[in-house]
Each structure stands twice: as structure tokens, then as C-alpha cells.
């Protein structure tokens, strides 16, 4: 059973930056995307941002110019580097690993307030 772990989430002030970090269990190589969903309370899950394996990356538009997706292959780990945070931006933060099957994390809570 593949496992990804989230971590990096927090609590930031508007402005700020967070790292968050995906550790998949196994080689990365097998997913053909990897990608950052959030869900804030009340409202739908959606695309933040995502990563083929060739390395072509897709944002979500309220992100984009702010957020940056990579990956590092040899750690088995994808990255979401968040910047200008907002309060809007508050959510759960889920990695996906897409490959023969669907994975998910368990989340880490990103919290945006003064």
C-alpha cells in the first residue's frame, strides 16, 4: 500500500510562506502526476497545483504567480512552496499520487490569519 505524508502546514501570517512537503513511500517514477488538493471548510476540494513526471506543472488560478509545484525524484517527495499567502488560502492541504491507482495523504491544516 503506498503511503504519501504531508507535512510543512502551519500557521502564517497573511504575506507569509510556507513550504509543504509529499513523502511517498515509494518511487515517485510510478505516479504519471502528483498534485496538491485543498478543501477549505465549506466549500469543494480543488486543485492547487500538480506535476507529471515529465515534469509539466498545472496550477489552480487562484494560486498561480504565488505557489510553485516540483518534485525531487531521488527523495520520493513533491514539494509546494507558497508564497504571498492569504487568508483565503486557509485549508487542508492533500497530496495526490496518481499512477494504476489513486492515493491520497491525510492532509496538513494551513492557516492563514493575524
Known amino acids: 500500500q503506498v503511503q504519501l505524508v504531508e507535512s510543512g502546514g502551519g500557521l502564517v501570517q497573511p504575506g507569509g510562506s510556507l513550504r509543504l512537503s509529499c513523502a511517498a513511500s515509494?518511487?515517485?517514477?510510478?505516479?504519471?502526476?502528483m498534485g496538491w488538493y485543498r478543501r477549505a471548510p465549506g466549500k469543494q476540494r480543488e486543485l492547487v497545483a500538480s506535476?507529471?513526471?515529465?515534469?509539466?506543472?498545472n496550477y489552480g488560478n487562484s494560486v498561480k504567480g504565488r505557489f510553485t509545484v516540483s518534485r525531487d525524484n531521488a527523495k520520493n517527495t513533491v514539494y509546494l512552496q507558497m508564497n504571498s499567502l492569504k487568508p483565503e488560502d486557509t485549508a487542508v492541504y492533500y497530496c495526490?499520487?496518481?499512477?494504476?491507482?489513486?492515493?491520497w495523504g491525510q492532509g496538513t491544516q494551513v492557516t492563514v490569519s493575524s
Open positions: 506535476i507529471s513526471s515529465g515534469g509539466n506543472t
Open positions: 515509494e518511487s515517485i517514477f510510478s505516479f504519471y502526476s
Open positions: 495526490r499520487g496518481l499512477g494504476r491507482d489513486d492515493h
